[in-house]
């Protein structure tokens, strides 16, 4: 089994994942994708769209030896791993997409992407201090009271190495955010083969990023996606 993370954070957020699946006899592997966590963090151009995040899974997976794993992906994460599987660039076996970013409008990206311009890639390293990652941590929670110290210290020390806040603003200008028409995605649901077939999605009821996600859902059952799974 892959698990993908999503935007900002690291592998670290499956950590509580870990030892119930390898109790119940699965081999998990839990990615740093390039840019977060420990991973590399490539400035180049080019190294944070959708195809290049498809091709650094498909690495994972062969470096690995995963064969077909299953996958469990968040947010843009999500995004990857349904690429993968429709493009079949990646050998993928069940889906689990939670909160996948492509079935919603990602809240605050237009503004992002206008206070965030390529060019302030020179000063962007000093705008991690703790308080903002804090904030932010705590914004995509329905209860912030959940997150703790220890979450905020695990998700901001990895922001820190040399890089990270560059290649954060690359993926906020390269990678693939759009929502696709709801013809669109679901023609690319339709043509998932087994035993990719039916994804599951899981749709939190206070997403705070990724908005609108359940009526896209719903519409995409009623334009002809029934393989689609919603928990």
């Not at 349904?82 to 990206?109: H, I, Q, T």
């Not at 903002?132 to 210290?153: C, F, K, N």
Request: proline share 7%; net charge positive; aromatic share 6%.
């Amino acid at each position: 089994m892959l698990l993908v993370h999503g935007w900002g954070a690291s592998m670290y957020m499956w950590r509580d994942w870990f030892a119930p699946l390898a109790a119940a006899g699965r081999r998990v592997v839990a990615v740093d994708l390039p840019g977060h966590g420990v991973s590399d963090k490539p400035t180049d151009p080019g190294r944070y769209t959708l195809t290049s995040l498809v091709e650094a899974v498909r690495a994972v997976i062969a470096e690995r030896a995963l064969g077909t794993p299953d996958i469990v992906a968040q947010s843009m994460g999500g995004t990857i791993a349904l690429a993968a599987a429709v493009r079949r660039e990646a050998p993928v076996g069940r889906l689990v997409l939670v909160n996948p970013a492509c079935f919603g409008k990602v809240s605050a990206l237009r503004l992002a992407r206008l206070v965030t311009p390529l060019a302030a890639k020179a000063v962007v390293d000093r705008l991690v201090p703790r308080w903002v990652v804090a904030r932010g941590h705590r914004r995509v929670y329905g209860d912030p009271s959940l997150v703790t110290e220890a979450d905020i210290d695990q998700t901001w020390a990895p922001s820190q190495f040399p890089g990270y806040a560059r290649a954060m603003l690359r993926l906020v200008h390269e990678f693939s955010w759009e929502r696709p028409t709801v013809r669109v995605m679901a023609s690319r649901l339709r043509a998932l083969a087994p035993p990719t077939s039916p994804p599951l999605v899981v749709l939190g009821t206070r997403d705070r990023i990724v908005l609108g996600a359940h009526a896209y859902a719903t519409a995409l059952r009623a334009a002809g996606a029934h393989s689609l799974v919603l928990g």
